[in-house]
């Protein structure tokens, strides 16, 4: 069909950008990349091949030393959004290898969480980059990557950590990252997070955040459903717990 034959088209422009644009195109190419591979229905023989030739070029991509590193990020946070669990190795080796950028790094730490793949590799991977002596983006970065896994074992060790840690950014990772968990014990360690006056305010607001996420698993909080769509009494008395809480 027309529709089908647009599709093909579409999907080897992709391909060629990801592979040849100009260097500050190609990030963009290869998240669209993964995206359209990532949808395609992978009963279909042609799909299967393209969701094959994307996977191979963003692994060359996530490889390539000579690449800028923003692109190499994209073909890394590509490969998570794809999720193949084929390219699990290559992500674990990018995110341990302690030559390679930051950015690089900590993304395919979290691209490893996106994939779900809950091996006894993965966990200690990512065990070892949160809780070890690893850079703060990329312990964050790991961090949030466990809580994607529902990786419960490691909430002990992050709230531990919460006392210790003075780095602003690992500090808002590591309370999104147990909001996600879901460990009833971090309510009181996120409490005193949220109610710290010295407590930067990005740290401040994950924790709130995540004591949202802990204390309320609806989809939508239950207290700002209230205060939009019920009767008066209610509406204001929802409100007037929002912004205690807050």
């Not at 193949?84 to 790094?105: C, K, Q």
């Not at 991977?125 to 690893?134: K, N």
């Not at 968990?181 to 409490?191: C, D, I, Q, R, S």
């Given at each position: 069909?027309?529709?089908?034959?647009?599709?093909?088209?579409?999907?080897?422009?992709?391909?060629q950008r990801?592979?040849?644009?100009?260097?500050?195109?190609?990030?963009?190419?290869a998240?669209?990349?993964?995206?359209?591979?990532?949808e395609?229905?992978?009963?279909?023989?042609?799909?299967?091949?393209?969701?094959?030739?994307?996977?191979?070029?963003?692994?060359?991509?996530?490889?390539?030393?000579?690449?800028?590193?923003?692109?190499?990020?994209a073909?890394?946070?590509?490969?998570?959004?794809?999720?193949?669990?084929?390219?699990?190795?290559?992500l674990?080796?990018?995110?341990?290898?302690?030559?390679?950028?930051?950015?690089?790094?900590?993304?395919?730490?979290?691209?490893?969480?996106?994939?779900?793949?809950?091996?006894?590799?993965?966990?200690?991977?990512?065990?070892?980059?949160?809780?070890?002596?690893?850079?703060?983006?990329?312990?964050?970065?790991?961090?949030?990557?466990?809580?994607?896994?529902g990786?419960?074992?490691?909430?002990k060790?992050?709230?531990a950590?919460?006392?210790?840690?003075?780095?602003?950014?690992?500090?808002?990772?590591?309370t999104?990252?147990?909001?996600?968990?879901?460990?009833?014990?971090?309510?009181?360690?996120?409490?005193?997070?949220?109610?710290?006056?010295?407590?930067?305010?990005?740290?401040?607001?994950?924790?709130?955040?995540?004591?949202?996420?802990?204390?309320?698993?609806?989809?939508?909080?239950?207290?700002?459903?209230?205060?939009?769509?019920?009767?008066?009494p209610?509406?204001?008395?929802?409100l007037?717990?929002l912004?205690?809480?807050?």
């Amino acid at each position: 069909s027309t529709s089908a034959f647009d599709m093909d088209k579409a999907d080897e422009l992709l391909l060629q950008r990801a592979e040849k644009a100009p260097w500050y195109l190609r990030g963009f190419a290869a998240l669209g990349l993964a995206l359209a591979a990532r949808e395609g229905d992978p009963a279909v023989a042609s799909m299967r091949l393209f969701r094959t030739k994307a996977s191979a070029l963003l692994l060359q991509m996530a490889r390539d030393k000579q690449l800028n590193a923003s692109v190499r990020s994209a073909a890394v946070v590509g490969l998570g959004l794809l999720g193949m669990e084929s390219n699990v190795p290559t992500l674990i080796a990018i995110a341990r290898r302690a030559g390679t950028d930051l950015e690089v790094r900590a993304h395919a730490a979290l691209a490893l969480g996106q994939i779900g793949s809950k091996t006894q590799g993965v966990v200690e991977a990512l065990s070892d980059l949160a809780l070890g002596s690893a850079p703060d983006r990329l312990r964050g970065h790991a961090a949030l990557a466990l809580s994607l896994l529902g990786e419960g074992a490691i909430a002990k060790d992050l709230i531990a950590g919460l006392d210790r840690d003075t780095s602003t950014r690992r500090l808002a990772a590591t309370t999104r990252a147990l909001g996600r968990l879901g460990e009833l014990a971090a309510v009181e360690p996120l409490l005193a997070q949220a109610a710290r006056p010295d407590a930067r305010p990005l740290v401040r607001a994950m924790a709130i955040v995540s004591l949202g996420r802990l204390l309320d698993p609806e989809p939508r909080p239950s207290l700002l459903r209230l205060s939009l769509g019920a009767c008066y009494p209610a509406r204001s008395r929802a409100l007037h717990e929002l912004l205690t809480i807050l």
